[in-house]
């Protein structure tokens, strides 16, 4: 192969974003010079916060740039070295997503063992949404035995294994809620013991009617109406682990919600927010724990997989609008 496609940031979206939004440009494929390789990408994650880094404003990640590729989390083989340590054919995994071939310094990408686990695991559950998961429940939350545990965005990619993981760790009920009854009924098959599908009623009706004695975690993935309800829900010295608020990521307005801040004093709660990146101390034991429940076929991960770079963006915004299953991923 001589040509690259890569996926280009056309324009910054005002609101939700388009397919305009995004440029498949055709390149050259690049050759590695001194310390780098150059890898064949085969799968992309795709993921909520990409949304973010549309914008163009100060976060903690830096904005992409208009009219330059996206990046994002890869698995490839590597096709090109000129690094020590990497050799054709090895499997490793990196952040220059969104493009078929990648030029990197090798000293981004770390060697996979694709006789471990599918590759695409490295991506969600063995990767970074399955750290978030694990770190956010069990480091951020403090989650204890016996606990009754609430995650929004249960279906997804982090939600889906921090409800397994819950239920692992001895909670003592875990409620999920996602966007469609079929969702809904995955998620009792994962074994969460109660699941709704916030589309069919107020949150805090529903939440309530699951957890009728109150929840004292809460990983949240949507913030809004579902933070609010939680608030609502929570006994005193409950937590929660503040991960994701996609319901507002192409809101053009301040969020409505939550209202009901001032619970936080009598009930003495905690509302934390976190970064996966900062966990990274918990990765050895996280991938030794994870691995061994994928073994023993105590943990599931579900993947929403599309075929093809140029359906990429596709992807981006069907993950936006709830088309996933678990982990959102495109196959180059
Ligand atoms: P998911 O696999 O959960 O995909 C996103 C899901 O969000 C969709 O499938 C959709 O499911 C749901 N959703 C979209 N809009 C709304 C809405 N308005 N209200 C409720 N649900 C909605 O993505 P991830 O697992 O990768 O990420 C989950 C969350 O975690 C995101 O908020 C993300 O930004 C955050 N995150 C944070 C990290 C950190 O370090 N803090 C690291 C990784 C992720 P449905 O059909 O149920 O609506």
Redesign the pocket.
């Known amino acids: 192969m001589t040509t690259n496609r890569e996926i280009h940031l056309a324009a910054r979206p005002q609101g939700w974003p388009t397919e305009d939004t995004f440029r498949l440009v055709t390149t050259d494929v690049p050759t590695p010079g001194p310390g780098q390789i150059v890898v064949r990408n085969t799968y992309l994650s795709v993921?909520?916060?990409m949304r973010g880094r549309m914008n163009d404003v100060k976060s903690y990640v830096a904005p992409f740039a208009l009219d330059a590729p996206l990046d994002g989390g890869a698995v490839g083989e590597v096709v090109a070295s000129e690094a020590d340590g990497f050799a054709p054919g090895d499997t490793v995994l990196h952040g220059l997503g969104w493009r078929e071939y990648a030029l990197l310094d090798a000293k981004a990408a770390r060697t996979v063992d694709p006789d471990l686990a599918p590759v695409t695991a490295y991506l969600g559950v063995l990767g970074?949404?399955g750290l978030?998961a694990y770190a956010g429940l069990l480091d951020v939350a403090a989650m204890k035995p016996g606990e009754t545990v609430f995650v929004?965005?249960a279906?997804?990619?982090?939600?889906s294994v921090v409800g397994q993981i819950a239920k692992l760790k001895g909670a003592g009920r875990v409620v999920g809620s996602?966007?469609?009854p079929a969702?809904v009924d995955r998620l009792k098959a994962l074994g969460f013991d109660a699941a709704f599908d916030?589309h069919g009623g107020p949150v805090r009706e529903q939440l309530r009617a699951a957890a009728p004695d109150g929840i004292d975690v809460y990983f949240d993935?949507?913030g809004g109406e579902?933070l609010e309800a939680a608030i609502g829900a929570m006994r005193p010295h409950g937590r929660a682990a503040v991960?994701?608020?996609?319901?507002q990521y192409n809101a053009t307005e301040p969020p409505a919600a939550p209202r009901n801040l001032a619970l936080l004093i009598g009930k003495r709660l905690t509302l934390r927010g976190?970064?996966?990146?900062d966990h990274g101390h918990l990765r050895d034991q996280f991938v030794r724990e994870v691995a061994g429940w994928l073994r023993d076929g105590k943990l599931a991960y579900d993947e929403t997989v599309v075929d093809g770079i140029e359906n990429a963006p596709a992807a981006f915004l069907g993950?936006?609008?709830?088309?996933?299953l678990?982990?959102?991923l495109v196959k180059v």
């Open positions: 993921d909520p916060y970074m949404t978030t929004s965005g279906a997804g990619a982090v939600g996602a966007g469609s969702k916030y993935n949507v579902h991960c994701g608020m996609i319901a976190f970064l996966v990146g993950l936006l609008r709830g088309e996933n678990g982990k959102m």
